[in-house]
């Protein structure tokens, strides 16, 4: 069961540290570009969510174990990494391009993962992301598809790959 209560003090200047990063602390790899973004949307502590994710309100769940220092043991460059996929969720309007594609509640999860492929296959095949979340090349889809294609294309349950996404979104198709 997953509770939602505000960041603790600890919590939001943890949060901060993994801000900070994808902006403008990692060096080349520095993201500035989405500072806007990183600076609207409002972290809500999600405990038992076992990762971060975002709805279409703008808001971003973060389970307190999945930030650095928690007992998921990810560092502020995974949780950059993670918080820079779910920025791509809210810039791409996932929730509301699935909506008119599919209906948001014609099929959640697979709304879920193809949008998860349609961000993943932009990160690096060796990094983070791609060990605990969904890929195209897990579904043996082809790379830089929309997450409509993906949608449409992937394959049938018995024909998914056995690790699940580790990334959810809570109402953000």
């Not at 932009?122 to 969904?134: E, H, K, N, Q, Y």
Request: hydrophobic content about 35%; proline content about 5%; aromatic content about 8%.
């Amino acid at each position: 069961m997953t509770t939602m209560r505000k960041l603790t003090r600890e919590e939001e200047k943890t949060f901060s540290a993994v801000r900070a990063r994808l902006l403008g602390g990692g060096g080349p790899a520095s993201k500035g570009y989405y500072a806007s973004a990183a600076f609207t949307v409002s972290p809500v502590a999600a405990e038992g969510l076992g990762t971060w994710a975002c709805d279409k309100n703008w808001r971003l769940y973060v389970d307190p174990a999945n930030l650095p220092g928690g007992e998921a043991g990810w560092d502020v460059a995974q949780c950059a990494e993670i918080f820079e996929h779910e920025l791509n969720h809210l810039l791409r309007a996932h929730a509301e391009r699935m909506d008119i594609h599919c209906g948001s509640m014609k099929n959640p999860q697979q709304a879920n993962i193809a949008t998860d492929l349609e961000i993943n296959d932009d990160f690096p095949a060796t990094g983070f992301l791609a060990s605990i979340g969904v890929t195209p090349t897990k579904f043996g889809l082809e790379n830089n598809k929309t997450a409509e294609w993906y949608f449409d294309n992937l394959p049938t349950a018995e024909q998914s790959p056995e690790d699940g996404d580790d990334d959810k979104q809570s109402g953000d198709g």
